[in-house]
């Protein structure tokens, strides 16, 4: 069994590990006995390969005082025509912490998952259900009955359905048949929530709460509760997919999934809280997180709308592509400001564009190659913000790479600026691999679609920042993506990005890098990339390299700590795209990873930016010359900002569920009688 994160899910207020009652009641578990459930079912056809299915099943009931029992079942189902995948996945798991102290916890996840990438024929069908349903039924031991008590109850739960269809009925998600309800032995139901309130069928969507999430009764010791949670959910796609949008490397995808997942304490002391970043419109809270005490930075592309090299001025471009601005900041003056992480700082001269100086300082963005030797252009590509420095921890690049992963704990210390890889953020490319300058055709953010023929950002999706959470797992990288979900649109993640880009591509921003800190956290170190078609002059008047990754304590200067060959094991012409520096699992160790993506291929230059590797993908690096994937699957379009934090934004938290080693055992029961 997979040791628990116990310091991530404090942090969380969802641990897996509970204190020892102080007082003399405790939570017991009754006749009838409690009971969990899960059954999966899936199947993958297509004509060139056998029909696969798989149907997987986890009952059982729930006795004794051990503090921790768990139900899992997965079924899982992968052809491949033409080597092209064709997936399903169903999967569903229910976990019960805390019997024999005051704090009772249940984590429950279920999820259906279909997926499709090829560039061969639409004939295929996939689909998944997993359906959980879990009743545990309490009362209170170790105090006489009629003794008075009062019961806290928190929680944070979330539905999540994303079917894409290309034509009407092709393709679905559903969550059906949800429930989160907790009721006393006279009928008294204390939480609120309707059934069916988390049920999203046929429609994509996202349903977190309702608030306060808060519930404080009285109870009896004698009396008892019943605890009912669960959904079933469903996944399906058929062809044809979504039709390649560019070259023949991008390939048909289709998808469709549907998530169902929360945690509940039931307390018989004081309340247990559950961080949570609330949302707006299923984007961010208005101001930089009020009374959550985290802020976040991100930049835009050249050629985005509102960036001061925008093709078609209209006075309202403010924004310096070399430049981190705050989410969700004040409004910009028009003709530009500076942002909180400012270039000029790492140059010691701001590099064109510069704000209040465009047009005479604007990138020429479709004005045609090439561009001048000199020319010395700034666009930062990705950031993250640490409590440490590189230079410290890495032998010199001349050195070679590190001989094994480095611990997270350095120099006796565990960085606060240093999440987990289990909850990301990203954002997605708008325009395609062309250079921004190329004239025929020009292919930047305010004239381009994305690789796969996209707009990202507009209202409805609320997709300019995405959320995707990863499958919590015993088994380690790749990871699945159990669900990815809009966040904001352009204009939830800054005012001055406004208007979204329903009308078209001509008002469309590209978020171009994405930090998430913690205010006062110390996050002072600033590691960044730089893109290949504006990577700034260094003080010899040469070009960065948009494969390495540099450091500039407090802003000011920069040096280079990650080499693409050296460190990461890439060709040197790669362009490293978003990055972000976390800790992850390699067998008992925790150690630093860097997780990244890169460029697509610019197909007016030399070399390849991509370095062989999919776009889409996320990869990840223990900075010792080796990467791998991060992901068992492609996202859904080129990624090109990318963070992570402690636990999702938007959402409820997720519990590390202790997933059998051995990926052969599909379904497990685990108690003790």
Same mark, same amino acid.
């Given at each position: *069994? ?20 102080? $007082? ?25 390969? #056998? ?12 006795? $004794? ?7 899992? /079942? ?10 092209? %995948? ?23 996840? =279920? ?30 031991? $170790? ?21 894409? %269809? ?41 349903? &977190? ?34 039709? @390649?949008?560019?070259?023949? *490397? ?20 004081? #309340? ?70 400012? !270039? ?60 094994? %992963? ?8 565990? #960085?606060?600026?240093?999440? @987990? ?52 797992? $015993? ?26 880009? !329903? ?9 171009? &890098? ?24 260094? &003080? ?43 800790? *992850? ?29 999919? %776009? ?15 992901? !068992? ?9 990318? =963070? ?22 599909? /379904? ?6």
């Amino acid at each position: *069994m997979r040791t628990l994160r116990i310091g991530v899910f404090l942090a969380l207020g969802c641990s897996g590990t509970f204190r020892e009652s102080l $007082g003399q009641e405790f939570w017991t578990l009754l006749e009838p006995p409690s009971t969990m459930a899960v059954t999966t079912r899936v199947l993958a056809d297509h004509p060139d390969r #056998p029909l696969c299915t798989d149907n997987q099943a986890a009952r059982g009931f729930l006795r $004794g005082i051990n503090p921790q029992r768990f139900g899992w /079942a997965a079924s899982d189902c992968k052809v491949r025509p033409n080597k092209c %995948p064709l997936k399903a996945r169903g999967e569903g798991a229910v976990w019960l912490d805390g019997v024999g102290t005051k704090f009772l916890r249940v984590w429950w996840f =279920t999820q259906a998952r279909t997926f499709w990438n090829c560039n061969q024929g639409p004939e295929y069908h996939a689909e998944a259900v997993s359906d959980l349903l879990a009743q545990v039924n309490l009362g209170v031991g $170790g105090v006489p009955a009629g003794t008075p008590l009062v019961v806290n109850a928190t929680w944070r739960a979330m539905s999540f359905a994303w079917p894409r %269809p290309e034509v009407v009925t092709d393709d679905d998600a559903q969550v059906t048949n949800s429930r989160l309800q907790l009721t006393d032995n006279n009928g008294n139901e204390y939480l609120g929530i309707p059934l069916g309130f988390y049920n999203l069928v046929s429609v994509p969507g996202l349903i &977190s709460g309702p608030p306060p999430a808060l519930a404080t009764f009285p109870l009896n010791a004698g009396q008892t509760l019943r605890l009912d949670v669960g959904a079933d959910t469903f996944s399906e796609i058929r062809g044809p997919g979504r039709p @390649p949008a560019g070259p023949p *490397m991008h390939f048909t995808q289709d998808l469709a999934q549907a998530v169902f997942f929360g945690c509940i304490t039931i307390s018989l002391d004081a #309340p247990q809280p559950v961080p949570f970043i609330p949302y707006k419109s299923f984007g961010f809270p208005a101001g930089v997180f009020p009374g959550d005490g985290l802020a976040g930075t991100f930049s835009l592309d050249i050629g985005s709308d509102q960036e001061l090299s925008d093709p078609a001025m209209d006075g309202s471009e403010a924004f310096d592509p070399g430049d981190s601005y705050p989410w969700l900041g004040p409004a910009l003056l028009a003709g530009g400001e500076n942002g909180v992480f400012d !270039d000029a700082n790492l140059f010691g001269g701001d590099p064109w564009p510069v704000p209040q100086l465009v047009p005479l300082t604007a990138a020429p963005v479709c004005g045609g190659l090439p561009l001048p030797e000199d020319a010395a252009y700034f666009d930062l590509d990705g950031e993250d913000h640490i409590d440490f420095s590189l230079v410290d921890v890495l032998p010199p690049i001349s050195d070679g790479p590190p001989v094994s %992963p480095i611990s997270r704990v350095i120099d006796g210390t565990v #960085p606060a600026c240093l999440p @987990p890889v289990d909850y990301l953020v990203v954002s997605y490319e708008d325009d395609r691999g062309l250079h921004y300058a190329s004239s025929v055709p020009c292919e930047a953010p305010v004239t381009s679609s994305s690789p796969t023929g996209a707009t990202q950002g507009t209202t409805g999706p609320r997709d300019e920042i995405s959320g995707v959470l990863l499958t919590p797992s $015993g088994l380690g990288a790749p990871f699945a993506v159990s669900a990815e979900y809009g966040l904001a649109s352009e204009e939830a993640v800054h005012v001055s990005m406004t208007p979204n880009p !329903d009308a078209g591509e001509a008002d469309d921003d590209d978020v171009d &890098s994405l930090d998430i800190q913690e205010d006062g956290s110390g996050c002072d170190t600033w590691l960044f990339t730089v893109d290949h078609e504006a990577p700034g002059l260094d &003080s010899g008047g040469v070009p960065l390299s948009s494969g390495s990754v540099y450091e500039a304590s407090n802003g000011s200067g920069f040096v280079r700590v990650i080499d693409p060959v050296v460190h990461l094991g890439i060709p040197a012409g790669t362009d490293l795209d978003a990055m972000e520096l976390c800790w *992850m699992r390699e067998g008992a160790d925790e150690v630093l990873a860097l997780i990244y993506s890169v460029d697509d291929d610019d197909l007016a230059s030399n070399v390849d930016e991509s370095g062989g590797l999919d %776009p889409n993908m996320i990869y990840a690096s223990y900075l010792t010359g080796s990467s791998f994937e991060l992901l !068992d699957n492609s996202l859904r379009d080129d990624v090109d900002a990318l =963070t992570a934090w402690w636990f999702p934004l938007g959402t409820a938290c997720l519990p590390d569920f202790p997933i059998p080693e051995s990926r052969s055992r599909r /379904a497990v029961l685990m108690s003790s009688p």
